[in-house]
């Protein structure tokens, strides 16, 4: 339960309490139960855009005050992560420059553009799920982003002068995120009004996708930080929301 605790105390504004020390061994078992944060923070959001719809909001509307929901209710940091990898991915020069530019605290264009683009799509994507009354979709999508936090510190080193990267980095066993990934994989062929193999095939693209972001990541900054994670997760989420909208 410490990595629960944890996970929770990180990724979620809940008042739960972590371990008054936080090494590597408790930085990895709060990743590896991410998805639990990912699954409490999905249902809330199914729920308020339920509510919302209910309520007579048009489904747009529900839609963008559901996104704000999650933001507020992960302290915006993964959203703040997804601005400063993009900040960092738009900029010249070597990776030094790079991470020193993710490290700056302000927000670019590149940024601003990404921070835009994740936004609008998850709330056009969860306001055509309403639509569809495919709520169990808004949960699996916010859960499978956390997936892809398991599956991006299965191996990456951590970037240098990175705090949080340097605690969270490769701590991952491989057996861990398939298990995750088996799970989220279930869980979509059962997603009701749909076809059994639409849900999986969803979860799979987004979480492969995700992982080749990690991957070029990695590479253009020589190491796995925060930020990148946050990107992972946000666009995991809005990939999977995406792809459950079509057909």
Do not use: K, N
């Not at 209710?73 to 703040?80: A, E």
């Not at 601005?83 to 605290?105: F, H, K, V």
């Amino acid at each position: 339960m410490t990595g629960v605790r944890l996970a929770l105390s990180w990724l979620t504004v809940l008042p739960a309490r972590g371990p008054g020390e936080i090494d590597r061994r408790a930085a990895g078992q709060a990743i590896a139960a991410a998805p639990v944060a990912g699954l409490l923070l999905g249902a809330a959001a199914a729920a308020v855009l339920w509510a919302l719809t209910a309520a007579g909001a048009t489904s747009i509307l529900a839609g963008l005050l559901t996104v704000g929901a999650l933001a507020a209710g992960t302290r915006g940091m993964h959203l703040d992560g997804l601005a400063d990898t993009a900040d960092g991915l738009g900029c010249y020069g070597p990776p030094e420059r790079a991470r020193r530019i993710m490290r700056d605290g302000g927000i670019g264009p590149f940024g601003t553009a990404a921070l835009l683009m994740a936004v609008l799509t998850q709330a056009f994507a969860f306001a055509a799920l309403a639509d569809a009354g495919l709520w169990a979709g808004v949960l699996l999508a916010v859960a499978t982003g956390r997936v892809a936090a398991v599956i991006a510190c299965v191996r990456a080193p951590a970037a240098p002068d990175t705090g949080f990267g340097a605690l969270v980095a490769a701590t991952q066993r491989p057996l861990t995120a398939a298990l995750w990934a088996l799970a989220a994989l279930a869980a979509a062929a059962l997603l009701p009004g749909t076809a059994p193999w639409h849900g999986p095939l969803a979860v799979a693209a987004a979480l492969t996708a995700a992982a080749l972001l990690t991957q070029h990541c990695v590479r253009r900054f020589e190491g796995l930080s925060g930020d990148v994670l946050g990107a992972a997760v946000e666009f995991a989420t809005a990939t999977t929301a995406v792809l459950l909208t079509l057909g």
